[in-house]
């Protein structure tokens, strides 16, 4: 039997390893919370698939429950909330709000950064609208009363893809360097709590300077950070540094327009002896990378694999059992270890909202985990790390400061990354 795909995240979830998310957007005003409460509801109402609990069948194995209970919209508080708990009214995904800022949380089981943009959107349009007046909305917004379309549900049948073989195959393999960070996290019971900074770079400023080394946002980050961690990590006889980029894969698959989360693992390797290289010329080698691997054979690849998982978990008897097999078979630890990690979607249409919006930012689990966005004015980095060593955040603005690209750096927060509330047998 085929299961619900949005489920199947939730067997890897702990304490330790929630695999939520969150999109903290400030405008440019204190937030209205009677508006916000008001079309919250609205436009919560418009996604069916967010609209659910997680439970368990008499197979043992995660459903999602249909969910009419309204949405929670609470004031931020320094505290990890709980999904799928009472104080969400059982839900996955919650609203947060103070002064001028909200967050939108969520379970990273049904969706990644790319499907939550559309709860997000269609809140902050409906808030906006609500606020100062109609607006043109975004062509991709998903209003109320639109329907849920087959191509916005889309999860693909392994089997009717393409088997035919990569061209090229990433051979770099595990850089450890850095995995001592994230044993200590991960097994030192006391550790729960992950921290980040906020980077803001003028967009004009950076653009100019990627378009002068030939280069993308993402080539540009993940060459940056390279140098940093040439000064952060020690070097040791043999080794090399590698980074990781995540990649969106779903148009390869065909479910270009599915909120569903399909995101893979461009790996760019450097030497030691590559850290005295500039920029411009790590950005060359990191393109490199890029292109080599940007290919939908390596998509296709990825896919089955996820979908092999998702029947190996199936195939169990037990709730146990079956959780035990998708920590050992996890894709995510499947992959080569890279120190760090760049994701960066894009620039997102926000439409005339963005006249209200000061800033977007991603928070998500990892260490040295960067996360982008983009807003017309600005650049928007998550600066992600395990502990309160401010070593490898000074290391990357030296960087940015050798190449004189501006910015502005927030102090230390606490990311607050929610729980899920899952039932037992």
């Known amino acids: 039997m085929k299961r619900d795909p949005d489920t199947y995240l939730l067997y890897e979830s702990s304490k330790k390893l929630a695999f939520s998310i969150r999109i903290k957007v400030q405008l440019d005003e204190p937030v209205d919370v009677e508006v916000l409460k008001g079309v919250a509801q609205e436009a919560f109402e418009r996604f069916p698939y967010f609209r659910v609990t997680p439970g368990l069948d008499d197979s043992q194995s995660y459903v999602l429950i249909p969910n009419d209970r309204p949405l929670a919209v609470l004031p931020e508080e320094d505290r990890r909330i709980v999904l799928a708990s009472d104080e969400v009214n059982g839900h996955l995904f919650v609203l947060t709000y103070r002064d001028d800022t909200v967050w939108f949380s969520g379970s990273h089981s049904p969706c990644g950064g790319f499907g939550i943009m559309f709860w997000v959107k269609t809140t902050l349009y409906l808030y906006m609208c609500k606020k100062y007046g109609s607006m043109e909305p975004p062509k991709d917004i998903k209003l109320p009363g639109t329907p849920v379309t087959e191509a ?252 004189s690209v501006p910015y502005k750096v927030s102090d230390m927060k606490t990311r607050y990354l929610p729980w899920v509330k899952l039932p037992t047998v």
């Open 152 to 403: 916005e549900t889309y999860f693909p049948d392994a089997d009717t893809l393409p088997t035919d073989e990569p061209m090229v195959r990433y051979e770099g393999g595990d850089c450890d360097l850095a995995l001592m960070r994230t044993l200590k996290h991960f097994l030192n019971p006391f550790s729960t709590k992950n921290y980040y900074y906020e980077i803001e770079i003028p967009a004009d400023a950076f653009i100019k300077y990627a378009k002068g080394i030939d280069a993308s946002p993402n080539t540009v980050v993940v060459a940056m950070m390279y140098k940093a961690m040439t000064r952060f990590l020690k070097e040791k006889e043999g080794t090399f540094i590698s980074g990781r980029v995540a990649a969106d894969y779903r148009n390869d698959i065909g479910a270009g327009e599915s909120y569903r989360d399909f995101v893979r693992f461009i790996h760019v390797r450097y030497e030691w002896d590559m850290k005295d290289e500039p920029i411009s010329k790590l950005n060359l080698r990191t393109r490199g990378a890029f292109i080599k691997q940007n290919q939908p054979e390596l998509g296709y690849e990825r896919f089955r694999k996820v979908a092999a998982i998702h029947d190996g978990i199936d195939a169990l008897p037990t709730l146990k059992e079956k959780r035990q097999y998708a920590a050992n078979n996890s894709i995510f630890r499947k992959e080569p270890r890279d120190p760090y990690t760049v994701s960066y979607v894009g620039q997102i249409d926000y439409g005339e909202m963005e006249d209200h919006i000061k800033s977007v930012y991603s928070i998500t689990d990892g260490d040295l985990m960067l996360e982008v966005n983009a807003l017309k004015e600005s650049f928007h980095i998550t600066y992600q790390l395990f502990g309160k060593d401010r070593k490898p955040l000074e290391r990357f603005l030296e960087v940015l400061d050798e190449e």
